[in-house]
């Protein structure tokens, strides 16, 4: 049953960890709950699609195929928090003064950017599938309902509690503030995502490795250790990372900081000038 | 311009052509999982040179290549084959195990 616990919370956390990052960015947001559960509820309909065609997406590509399809999912992700990212650059002042005065700003509140209910949904689905797969396995394997399932839902729960942690240390920042900090978590993630997705490409052949393992910071966090988890679901860690996934990394970084700065200095110009624009991604 | 014009250049691509053809080929690896194991669970690769690990999964269940080592991991369903590729690495010994049955580990040895 503990077997069975760690290996699911392992999962969960991952997706949890974004789920509330999510959540807290999209704070104040009308209809953001709404938002929330559609995105789960998709992540875990495409969790079982994806488990039940594994083994199609893995003999893809001569068997490469599970490494592309990770790779394009997390891209696809990626796209879209920087999407986030730059609209909260133009937008993220109002919705900061909104947070601030809710009372009075309930009217107006923004509509939700539904870019990061995908976000959500393809964390669920990654992380999702290979728990589908995974309990398959040991039920397969002859592992009882009865642990297999008191070890689900405690990994579960343990996986959400963390999730739920974040969530509320992150509303601990100023309202004024939560959006400049939640824009920069949601930068990384997109830094790490892209990251990763080229350590899947290198995988399959399809890019090549700039030099394998530049340096090994195994001592500090394993990439199966649950900080090395945690780290690699925020920011892309890998203990052995090969040149690419920090040349992507520092890529992603570059270019989203950079179009976000030149976003808000347009709006700074084309905005009232006694009201200074969104600055958000400083 | 005569096609004499372009010689180096054509000349240039050729030999590109069959260099990248030459590296394109790089050592396979074949391993097999049987009973959630690894069949071999020890495996020799030269060092500094790229390798294709062919996985190939004789279960039915599912199975996870995963390596903290080598930073891979890749789902193995139920009588798939998939192809992984690692290094160029440096000697040295690599774990690797099946997430879905961590009893069950592997060497990658790098002479």
């Not at chain 1, 488990?51 to 990770?70: R, V």
């Not at chain 1, 690419?244 to 110009?269: K, N, Y």
């Not at chain 2, 160029?88 to 580990?105: I, M, Q, R, V």
Request: hydrophobic content about 55%.
């Amino acid at each position: 049953m503990l077997g069975t616990a760690i290996i699911v919370f392992r999962e969960i956390l991952e997706a949890a960890l974004i789920v509330s990052i999510v959540a807290a960015a999209t704070r104040g947001l009308a209809g953001r709950t709404r938002l929330l559960t559609l995105g789960v509820v998709a992540g875990i309909a495409g969790a079982l699609l994806v488990a039940g065609f594994a083994a199609q997406i893995a003999t893809l590509a001569g068997g490469g195929g599970q490494s592309l399809f990770n790779a394009a999912v997390l891209l696809a992700a990626a796209v879209l928090i920087s999407w986030h990212v730059l609209w909260m650059s133009r937008h993220g002042r109002e919705m900061a003064q909104t947070l601030m005065q809710v009372s009075s700003a309930v009217g107006r509140a923004e509509k939700p950017p539904s870019a990061l209910m995908v976000v959500v949904a393809i964390a669920v689905l990654r992380e999702g599938s290979e728990i589908v797969l995974f309990i398959y396995g040991m039920a397969a394997g002859g592992v009882g309902v009865a642990a297999l399932g008191s070890g689900g839902i405690l990994g579960l729960a343990a996986g959400i509690a963390v999730g739920l942690a974040l969530y509320f240390g992150l509303l601990r920042i100023p309202p004024g503030k939560l959006f400049a900090a939640t824009n920069w978590i949601l930068v990384l993630l997109a830094a790490g995502m892209v990251s990763h997705a080229g350590r899947y490409l290198v995988q399959a052949d399809w890019l090549p490795t700039l030099g394998t393992q530049i340096w090994d910071s195994s001592w500090l966090a394993t990439n199966g250790s649950t900080l090395g988890r945690v780290l690699s679901a925020l920011v892309g860690y890998d203990a052995r990372p090969s040149g690419i996934q920090l040349v992507l990394f520092m890529a992603t970084l570059i270019l989203i900081t950079g179009a976000g700065w030149w976003l808000s200095r347009r709006a700074e110009t084309a905005a009232d000038p006694c009201r200074p624009a969104a600055d958000t991604l400083s | 311009m005569t096609l004499h014009a372009y010689r180096p250049i054509i000349a240039a691509l050729l030999l590109l052509g069959t260099s990248s053809a030459l590296m394109a080929a790089p050592p396979e690896v074949q391993i097999q999982i049987k009973d959630r194991g690894f069949v071999p669970a020890q495996i020799e690769v030269p060092a500094d040179t790229k390798v294709k690990l062919v996985i190939t999964n004789a279960d039915t269940i599912p199975a996870e290549f995963e390596s903290n080592d080598l930073s891979r991991e890749v789902i193995v369903p139920g009588h798939a084959r998939v192809e992984v590729y690692v290094g160029p690495l440096k000697t040295g010994k690599y774990e690797f195990f099946n997430d879905f049955h961590t009893a069950s580990t592997g060497t990658l040895t790098v002479r």
